[in-house]
Every structure is written in C-alpha cells, then in structure tokens.
C-alpha cells in the first residue's frame, strides 16, 4: 500500500500514511476535498468545495507541517506514490 489518504473534517485536515495520520487546521469554510489532482512528494494539488464558493483548486505542501512535528519528510513522504480522497 503505498498510497496515502487525504479528508477533513469541520476545521481538520487529515493526511494517512500507514499508521500515520497528521492533523492540521484548514479553513473553518472547507466541506471537502473532492479531487487529487497532482502528488509531488509532500506538496499537493486539489479540488475542494468551500462554503458560498464553486469548487476551487487549493494547494496543501506538507514539508512545512512534518518539519514543526519534527518528522523526517524525506523519509515519510519518498514511499507515497499516489494521495487519494478518502471520506467514510
């Protein structure tokens, strides 16, 4: 499995990686993350639908994030070939 998962929830975003899961705040306007448009190891682009706006593409670059959790992004991130959107 050597793909990752991306959603949100209320003002959450949450990127998986095995057992990993990081959390960070995103806008408290975001309803969900509809598509993954490129992966490039650690930075993100995608469609999302916000609150009283169409769909936009928003950008999400992960190194920044590890780096305050003080996570090795070279490490995390090398084994990740693909983001998906993943809503239960």
Not at 23 to 28: D, E, P, Q, V
Request: proline content about 3%.
């Amino acid at each position: 499995m050597n793909y990752a998962t991306l959603n949100s929830d209320r003002n959450y975003t949450y990127f998986s990686f095995r057992n990993q899961t990081i959390r960070f705040r995103t806008s408290h306007r975001l309803e969900r993350y509809t598509k993954v448009l490129e992966w490039d190891s650690g930075y993100i682009v995608v469609r999302a639908k916000y609150e009283t706006i169409p769909e936009v593409e928003d950008y999400i670059d992960l190194i920044p994030i590890l780096e305050d959790l003080y996570i090795d992004a070279d490490d995390f991130l090398s084994p990740i070939q693909k983001v998906r959107i993943q809503y239960d």
